[in-house]
């Protein structure tokens, strides 16, 4: 059975970081392409960044609403993903989902981690 | 960025009818090279992660009841639940990985009638 599994969320003031990892199992993770997607309350679904696989120099690309100011990373020895978010603004508050692709559009979705930003 | 545009918002239909959704994008996301749709469809149920249910535009992911069925091309798509089920009540929504940003339709609400 494939398990995501996102930590690292809570709260934390505008202007400050969070570091979200995401664990995975089951899957040949070094094959996937890793994806973040959130979710803000009540709100639908929003892309936030991705990294490729081994094979495709584990590229990196993100949404015009983060760049500069998330960066996404993986360690394929621990099978984790990781989305480090600096400078938050309120508006980055929302539920945060790993998601991976495996050619066949985003396949497994971890249960998604929350992220405050608020004083 | 191809923006998805997803109709109705949302939708009521009595159990064991028939479910129709809408989703067009602004740009083409058919991949000539391959002739495949860049585009999926997910359900969310209140509380959980979304889920896959249809990729290449028409094909279900593996046990995805086969009630659930992809359609369309180009910039057109459609999702259709043949005869809705209580336990199909949930937010859909359609998304293309053509290209990045991947971006996703604003979601339409399917309850029962």
């Known amino acids: 059975e494939v398990q995501l599994v996102e930590s690292g969320g809570g709260l934390v003031q505008p202007g400050g970081s969070l570091k979200l990892s995401c664990v995975a199992s089951?899957?040949?993770?070094?094959?996937?392409?890793v994806h973040w997607v959130r979710q803000a309350s009540g709100k639908g679904l929003e892309w936030v960044g991705r990294?490729?696989?081994?094979?495709?120099?584990?590229?990196?690309a993100y949404a015009a609403s983060v760049e500069g100011r998330f960066t996404v990373s993986r360690d394929d020895s621990k099978n984790t993903a990781y989305l480090q978010m600096n400078n938050l603004k309120t508006e980055d508050t929302a539920v945060y989902y790993c998601?991976?692709?495996?050619?066949?559009?985003?396949?497994?979705w971890g249960q998604g981690t929350l992220v405050t930003v608020s004083s | 960025d191809i923006v998805m545009t997803q109709s109705p918002d949302s939708l009521a239909v009595s159990l064991g009818e028939r479910a129709t959704i809408n989703c067009k994008s602004s740009?083409?996301?058919?991949?000539?090279?391959?002739?495949?749709?860049?585009l999926a469809w997910y359900q969310q149920k209140p509380g959980q992660p979304p889920k896959l249910l249809i990729y290449?535009?028409?094909t279900r992911e593996s046990g995805v009841p086969d009630r659930f069925s992809g359609s369309g091309s180009g910039t057109d798509f459609t999702l259709t639940i043949s005869s809705l089920q209580a336990e199909d009540v949930a937010v859909y929504y359609c998304q293309h990985y053509y290209n990045v940003p991947l971006t996703f339709g604003g979601g339409t609400k399917v309850e029962i009638k």
């Open positions: 990294i490729r696989n081994t094979a495709n120099n584990y590229a990196t």
């Open positions: 998601t991976t692709n495996n050619g066949r559009g985003l396949d497994y």
């Open positions: 089951g899957l040949t993770f070094s094959g996937s392409d």
């Open positions: 740009q083409s996301v058919l991949y000539t090279s391959n002739n495949k749709n860049y």
């Open positions: 290449w535009a028409s």
